[in-house]
């Protein structure tokens, strides 16, 4: 990535534009005189500090003006382009977004990491789990490891039954990718209800997603643990044919509970180690 710097005698004042790809730059504008920490020819990384918010150039008041562009220009159309994974703020709620473009007047910010479900989630290769379990009145205990296949891709692997959940972990976005083994194991209980899980704590933020098809037939912390509520449908022809309600709960050592509740099926797991 580069920057190219104009004049505070221009409209967009002090101005820092980074070029991602062919024909994808952006541009950032009225940034304050001598905040600029990047020159011509650098490669900026993720939290790099690249300046700070001014009022250089035709602005009324300090403020950010971040354009997304086609050409390394200043003064270049804007190009429509969707953000990855950004907090839609609401009047009394919170949506999670993702690739999608901003409405005109729309609140939105990064998501804020919350350090409780960050370390909870925080699956590095040898990482072990143990639970007990104990399934429609049986109990059981099953053990976890999470590892790496020789291409790198992530996976949590239950050693008593041999199943297997691959899953992605990009900083903000837990989310899983593929299950492989027996759907009454817990691991795939534990891939369904965590299908999706964001690393910011916002109160009453509801997910949406879709499962595949072939694998069915989350404001600041204030206490010491989260609780995480989801539900699973499966439909066919419009109809409900099977529910289940997943509550999970995470503290300072990690994932501590896990229970799975649907007509057929009571499921309790609690992590010991």
């Known amino acids: 990535m580069w920057w190219e ?37 650098d490669t900026i990384k993720e939290g790099d500090e690249i300046g700070r918010c001014g009022n250089s150039g035709r602005s009324p008041y300090p403020h950010l003006h971040f354009q997304i562009q086609e050409t390394p220009y200043i003064g270049s159309v804007t190009r ?36 409780l479900l960050y370390n909870a989630f925080h699956f590095i290769p040898g990482k072990r789990f143990h639970f007990d379990v104990i399934m429609n009145g049986e109990q059981s205990e099953c053990t976890w490891e999470v590892n790496t296949d020789p291409y790198n891709n992530a996976y949590i692997r239950c050693q008593q039954s041999g199943a297997i959940a691959y899953f992605v972990n990009d900083g903000n976005l837990l989310f899983f990718t593929h299950y492989s083994g027996h759907k009454k194991d817990l691991l795939y209980y534990f891939f369904m209800s965590t299908f999706q899980v964001q690393q910011g704590f ?72």
């Open 202 to 273: 916002y109160q009453d933020l509801t997910i949406t997603d879709s499962y595949p098809l072939n694998l069915i037939f989350r404001q600041p912390l204030l206490g010491i643990q989260i609780r995480i509520a989801s539900s699973a449908k499966n439909s066919m022809a419009g109809k409900t044919v099977k529910t289940f309600e997943f509550t999970m709960v995470v503290n300072e050592k990690g994932i501590h509970k896990l229970t799975v509740d649907s007509k057929n099926l009571k499921l309790r797991a609690t992590c010991t180690e």
């Open 5 to 41: 710097r104009s004049t505070s005698k221009r409209i967009g004042g002090n101005t820092v534009i980074i070029k991602h790809d062919e024909h994808l730059y952006t541009s950032l504008n009225h940034l304050k005189e001598g905040s600029i920490k990047v020159k011509a020819g």
């Open 80 to 115: 429509e382009y969707p953000i990855s994974y950004h907090i839609l703020h609401q009047e009394n709620s919170f949506d999670l977004k993702s690739f999608e473009v901003p409405a005109l007047g729309d609140q939105i910010s990064n998501i804020e990491r919350n350090e």
